[in-house]
């Protein structure tokens, strides 16, 4: 791997397998030439590591809007899906957890499932792709939280408790247009019971897709470094999915961290999903983020297989021009290595220890 090694704060790929298990061979190893993220992409863009997703899809509603072509044409306002059971949820994340194991198994040692800082930093030392497990939505874990134990022993060390829909924990954000995350109630019983424990797990609470008073709630609750793997800047695209500059405020007072979200739809002013879109938005962004949270609190989290991201970027092999128009915008060497790698590990040691 001879690119600037990244870490990313979010990815999708496990979702691309989980839909197409019969072609996971050819979607991993040798790529496909669809979607984002291939070990050969990866490996050649420097992509040295990231949150990788357990994500449960809400199934197909007969007759529901064409999604995309909402966003395409702004303003939109898409209504919340339904919550997904825990017996629909824990089958799919279990198999979900496996495609993620068997990266690891089948990568020849080019891919190592992590579940310390040490052990990223040991992968990236060796020329490996360091691999953590990240959830998505919390539907797979029941109320006792005997399968956030399960699932921590299997290497879970990231959970978001909501995705975009409601589940036993808390509320998502709907996906609006202009819009403002302060949309619904905040964390339920369970889902205050959930913080605290992945406090004492030393499991990352991910804030991203969390209403803003499930937010305030995480805040008052955790002694961990708040963290939005995959959020951008209110201010400047004003989506219910990006932060506003107080919870910002929020974030850097606790030494925390925000992951640039590559979805053009968080990352265009316009709010489109158009990825011709130059590299403007994308220095906007970083621009805001590190004004308002300073140098050691901001990261990349790409959503990469799960948006359309700009046409520079274009997948993970991509993110050396990334870093070259980071530099072209003024941004020194030093800045930029905390951006694409040191942040994203000084947080994770202080979240999990060691």
Not at 34 to 40: A, F, N, V
Not at 131 to 147: F, K, Q, S, W
Not at 271 to 281: F, I, N, S, V
Not at 336 to 353: A, H, P, S
Request: proline content about 7%; overall charge negative; charged content about 20%.
């Amino acid at each position: 791997m001879t690119a600037a090694p990244v870490f990313d704060g979010h990815n999708d790929i496990l979702l691309r397998l989980q839909m197409a298990p019969g072609k996971r061979e050819a979607i991993w190893l040798t790529g496909e030439g669809q979607g984002h993220l291939d070990l050969p992409r990866m490996q050649a863009g420097g992509f040295a590591g990231g949150l990788f997703a357990i994500y449960i899809p809400s199934p197909s509603a007969p007759g529901a809007p064409d999604y995309d072509a909402m966003m395409d044409n702004p303003p939109y306002e898409i209504e919340l899906p339904a919550m997904i059971p825990l017996g629909v949820a824990q089958p799919v994340a279990l198999s979900m957890a496996g495609h993620l194991l068997w990266m690891a198994r089948s990568s020849g040692g080019a891919f190592r499932l992590c579940r310390s800082v040490a052990e990223i930093e040991a992968a990236q030392a060796d020329g490996a792709i360091a691999g953590v497990m990240h959830m998505e939505g919390a539907e797979a874990i029941d109320e006792r939280l005997d399968a956030l134990h399960a699932f921590h022993a299997m290497g879970l060390r990231s959970l978001g408790p909501v995705w975009s829909r409601p589940t036993i924990f808390g509320h998502g954000v709907p996906f609006r247009f202009p819009g403002s995350p302060d949309t619904g109630p905040g964390l339920t019983a369970a889902g205050k019971r959930l913080v605290s424990e992945c406090n004492a797990l030393r499991i990352l609470i991910d804030l991203s897709h969390l209403n803003e008073a499930g937010f305030n709630d995480v805040a008052a609750l955790s002694d961990a470094p708040l963290v939005a793997t995959h959020s951008n800047a209110h201010a400047v695209t004003p989506s219910t999915r990006n932060l506003t500059d107080r919870q910002l405020a929020m974030i850097r007072e606790s030494r925390g961290m925000v992951g640039l979200n590559f979805a053009t739809v968080f990352l265009r002013p316009d709010g489109k999903r158009g990825t011709d879109m130059g590299w403007a938005p994308v220095m906007q962004h970083l621009d805001h983020l590190i004004d308002r949270l300073g140098e050691d609190c901001v990261g990349f989290g790409s959503d990469f297989d799960g948006a359309a991201v700009p046409d520079g970027i274009g997948d993970a092999a991509g993110l050396p021009r990334l870093l070259e128009a980071m530099a072209a915008h003024g941004y020194d060497a030093a800045l930029i290595e905390k951006l694409r790698w040191g942040n994203w590990m000084r947080v994770l040691r202080e979240t999990w220890g060691g």
